[in-house]
Structures are given as structure tokens and as C-alpha cells.
């Protein structure tokens, strides 16, 4: 039992594959972007996004991981929550980078500071609220370190580059930081609260976070169309619908082998049914 | 700026604001999204399987957001392109309530699928006709607050630029449309077997209404209800708060000195003085009409 429940959530992929999907992937979608942004006029600056949905399906699992001791309403904030901490940590960590001129470490500064600000709030939410939630302080961790990852990964879709000057003028000042925050926190929250349920299933959560994460794709890819040029967003726009083709498909066959009965039309289930 | 255009804009941005207000709740209520969603939730539970649309996309506040930030950044770009107003936020509200429809469909699908063992059925012909109401109505809140930041940026030269507007809107009307629309829906609708003024009694949680005048209930059934007083309540709420707090810096403009700015301050002060002590004069009048409840008189007898 994972939802409304109390303990330990069953999961088919064990968290630490998890992890380093969505650090190794995230970060590797990043720095590919980055280094290929002078490579056929930007179009791989994609890869940012494809590193933010890595992030979206490993903070996913880890909201499914935290959240399923019970958190309920809790589930929305969490989401927001993870988003908060990783705005705070993906600025400072490429700013301070570009400070001392090494702004190539700016995602990797920017991933420790998250991770440390997960863990001190993950500490304060057990230790000093008595939240008693025995993966609290990892779960933390690992999803600030997800939204900073994804909040990066974005920006970089957009801009196609993580400098620091660069995203402050195109992401910040013209309030796409807002869209990256929204459409990231709902891609990181909505999975688990959408599944949330006794009978949730940890497969059919990721898929859904691998939908949301290209419909977060999506928009990015439209913001590059005018941050950065038509080739570059269109490219971004097309990877992130086939993504997001693909993600839903792959909810709605989980859906049909979960569900008690999909069905077109029907009456309530009879009283021996019910039985 | 000329004041008479100021009021004229402001005018328009509560007009706006109003059927934000209204269509915003109306949607949440098709997906019994917010409080209701609790009992709908809980409904299969307690062996009472529904055909109920179940939108659990967060609280509206971020539901809203989404929508309104989404629409407001297609908005935007396709403005950077010179496209023509009208048309850029038409094409960003059709975007948010397409990204919309998603996240409804996700959420319905995946909280029935997840309660399989109260053998609650996911209803594809619930999904499809109330799907589109809901994209229908997430579109107008959409449009509706683009318009509202849309003046806010050009007329009265708001710093913000538009998608970080249509955010703080976006969150704003869903919090107004929680907090104001929810109280006429909920209970009212959910538990209408339930004797009128007996409050939600624990036993009952759960035990919601499935069964309409005519066939099985559905969403759109609690819409139709709330679209009678739920939903322009939450429109007049929302307008109300957008005209009133823009008016007091329209009349009295801060820019015109710190006198000016501290009239404002004292205007709003004022309005709310008044506010509460109407809401106080109605209070005290509806229990002196409709209470106490029989049984609190019983007990005091």
C-alpha cells in the first residue's frame, strides 16, 4: 500500500537507479547542450530539456517516496516546496560560479548548494517540526537537487546556455522564471498526487512525470523560438510533443492494466460487485 | 496618465476579472477539484463508487497559475513576434486550456486506476464529456486574466512583464475561487441527503450524493448547481478585489507625491473598515433569522 497510507512505498525501480538517472542524466543533458550550443546554430540546446525530464521522473519518485507516509494535502506543497529551493540554489550556485570565473561549475555548485538546503530543511522538518518521516532528510535532499537540476535543464532549453548574465537577462527579467517554476513543480507534484491512491503504482507515476516533463519541454521549446531562434524552439516543440506522445501512451496502457475495469460508458458497479 | 482612462482600463479589468472569477470556479467544480475533492476521494473508500469527474490537479492556486503563466508566456512570445494582441492571447489561452486538458485527463485516470481495490471504474464517457467543459472554462479564466495583466503592463506600465503577471494572477484567482467558491459547492452539493444546517457529521464522510433527479449524478450536474450562485459569488469576489485595489492608486495616485500615496493607503483602509462591518451586520442578521438550531435551543432549555 503506497497512498494515503503510511509507510514505505513499493517500488519496481529502487531509488538509487533513480538518483543517478537523474543526476547523471541531468547533467549530462546540461553540459551537452552547453558545449554543443555553437554546433548547427544552438538546436541541440534540446538536450537541457531532455537533462530536466531525467530530474522531473527521479523528484517525481522521490515526492511518490516521501509523500506515500501519508502527506495527502502535503503533496502539492512538496512540489512547490522542491521548486522554492531549487530556484534559490540555481541562482546562486551560477552566479557564485560566474563571481569567480568558473562559471562552467555553475550546475554543479548549484547541485551541492540544493542538496545541502534539502537536507537542513529534510533535518528541521523531522528533528524540530517531529514530521518523524524516517526518508524525510533524503527525500529532501534529493528533491531540491531535482528542481535545481530542472530548473537549470529548462533555462538551458531556452537560452541554450547556463551563464549566468545570459539567463538572468532572458529567463529572469522576462518572467519566464515564472512558466519554469509552475510547469516544474507540477511536473514534479502532479504524478504522485494525480496516481495517489492505495492501488498507485510506481511505473504509471514515472510515465506520467515523463508527460508532464515534456509538456514542460513544450513551453521551453516555445520560449526558445523567440529567446533564441525558430529552428532551435521548433526542434524543442517536436522532440517534446513526440515525448510527450510516448509518455502518455505509456500512462493510459498503465491505466488499462491497473484500473478495475476502463470502460466507455457504464452504470456503478452492482451490489455483488461490490461484494 | 489622464485619470478618466485610468478608470476606463480599471473598469475593464474588473469586468474581466469578474468572469475570471466566475469561470475559474465553475471549472474546478466540473473536476470537484479543492475541498470537494476530499469526499469524492474518499467516496469509493466507503463502498460508494461514483461517476464523478476527479480532478485532483493540486490546489487551484497552482492549478490556476499553471494555466494563466503558461498562457501568459505563448502570450508574450508570439508578441515579441509583433502578432496582434487579440490574437497572441487567444493562441496562449488555447495552449494553457490544451495543457489543461492534459492534466485533468491524468488526474481522473489516475486516482480511479489507483483505487481498484474499492472497484471504482474509470468511465471514458465521463473523460470526454467533461473534459472539454473544463478546457472550455479554462480557456475563458485563461483569456480573462491575460487581459487583466495585458492593462496592467500597457496601461498603467506595470514593471512586471507578462508571464510573471499572469502568474501572480493566476494564483491569486485560484486562492479567491478556493476560498470563496468552494464554501458553495461542497457539502451543499455532496451531501444534499444530509438534513440542511446539520453540519458534516463524521459517519457521513464519504457518503456523497451519486444519484441525480434523473440517472446517475455527475460533474456537470454540480456545475449547473454552482453556476446559480457559487460561481458569480466567486466572480463578484475576484472583480471586487482587482477593481477596489487598483481603484484606490487610480484616485489617488502615489506617483503624484507621498500625499497622494498616504490618501490611497487610508482609502483602502477605509474600505475595508466598511467591508467589515457589513459582513459583521450580516452575520448577526442571518443567525437571528435562520439560528440557532433546534437542538442547540433544546440543550440551552
Redesign the interface.
Known sequence: MS?GGSGEAHAAIPQNQLIAFGIIGGLIGIYAAFFLSNVAGGVFSFMGALGAICATIWGAAAVRRVASYGLG?G??SI??LALGMGVVAAMFGLAVAEGFGLAIAGPLIALVVASIIGLLIGIFANKVLRMNIPVMEQSMTEIAASGTILIIGLSVAMTGTFLFDVVLEDVI???????I???G??AL???F????????KQD??LY?AL??GA?AMI?AG??A??VQNASVGMVTVLIGIFL?YYG?TG??A??KR????????????SEE??E | MDPLIGMGALALMGAAATIAGASEDLESDIGSQSNPNSQVQLAPQMSYPHRIYNKAISGEPPSNALMCTIGGTVAYVMLNFNVSVVLALTIGSLVAAMVHGTYATTAYMGRCSSQKRFKQMVYLDVLRSHTPPIMGYSFITTFTILVVSYIMVTVFAHPFPLPLLAFIWGITVGAIGSSTGDVHYGAEREFQDVEFGSGLNTANSGKIVRKAESGLRSSMDNSWFCAKFGGPVTGIAFGMTVFLSGWITTVFDPSKGPAAGWESVIAGALIILVMIIYNRKMEVSARKEFGPYKEDKEEAA
Open positions: 497512498a494535502t503533496v502539492p512540489g512547490m527579467t522576462t518572467g519566464y522564471i515564472a512558466v517554476f509552475i510547469a513543480g507540477m507534484l502532479h504524478p498526487n494525480a496516481n495517489l491512491g492505495p492501488d498507485e504509471r507515476t506520467n508527460e508532464k509538456i513551453i516555445i520560449v523560438l523567440s510527450w502518455f500512462f493510459y498503465r491505466v491497473d484500473a478495475f475495469k476502463v470502460v466507455g460508458t457504464g452504470l456503478l458497479p460487485e461490490l
